[in-house]
């Protein structure tokens, strides 16, 4: 059976508070970046979790390497500070996170590729029609 944990993040990021969510499960790590606007209150990260959680868009998952949490409290306390201490997000986080921005590009691409191709031929149709418009009488 497959241990799976989560971790949510908040930080400043000029100019505006940004949630990022890691999701570990099966030694894999896929992360999700959230941007909050003003300063959320614990009320509202809870609040966000429990209506949005299940629409969030993780990234592909990033091999890691887990790490089983010490049950000592002053170990757990001093983990915490350094948390809170060091802003930002974890390396395999970014990669994921870099992973998932990426494929969102390619798919992107494609899409604005096939629209650009459609009107193109749209275009070209309408020019034909035209021209045996033009020769229909004759």
Same mark, same amino acid.
């Given at each position: 059976? @497959?241990? /799976? !944990?989560?971790?949510? &993040?908040?930080?400043?990021? +000029? #100019?505006?508070?940004?949630? /990022?969510? +890691?999701? /570990? !499960?099966?030694?894999?790590?896929?992360?999700?970046? *959230? &941007?909050?606007?003003?300063? #959320?209150k614990d009320y509202e990260i809870y609040d966000f979790i429990?209506?949005?959680? @299940?629409?969030?868009?993780?990234s592909p998952a990033v091999a890691t390497d887990v790490k089983e949490a010490g049950s000592? #409290?002053?170990?757990? =306390?001093? @983990? *915490?500070? %350094?948390?809170?201490?060091? &802003?930002?997000?974890? &390396? %395999?986080?970014? =990669?994921?996170?870099?992973?998932?921005? +990426?494929?969102?590009?390619?798919?992107?691409?494609?899409?604005?590729?096939?629209?650009?191709?459609?009107?193109?031929?749209?275009?070209?149709?309408?020019? =034909? =029609? %035209?021209?045996?418009?033009?020769?229909?009488?004759?």
């Amino acid at each position: 059976m @497959d241990k /799976v !944990s989560g971790r949510l &993040t908040v930080f400043f990021e +000029e #100019p505006f508070w940004v949630g /990022v969510f +890691e999701c /570990v !499960s099966g030694g894999k790590l896929s992360a999700c970046k *959230v &941007t909050f606007g003003a300063e #959320p209150k614990d009320y509202e990260i809870y609040d966000f979790i429990l209506k949005n959680y @299940d629409r969030l868009r993780f990234s592909p998952a990033v091999a890691t390497d887990v790490k089983e949490a010490g049950s000592n #409290p002053k170990r757990i =306390q001093r @983990d *915490v500070r %350094k948390q809170v201490l060091n &802003t930002g997000i974890g &390396t %395999k986080s970014q =990669q994921a996170l870099k992973l998932q921005q +990426e494929q969102l590009k390619t798919e992107r691409r494609a899409v604005s590729r096939e629209r650009r191709e459609a009107e193109k031929q749209r275009q070209f149709e309408l020019k =034909q =029609q %035209k021209r045996k418009e033009k020769h229909r009488g004759r």
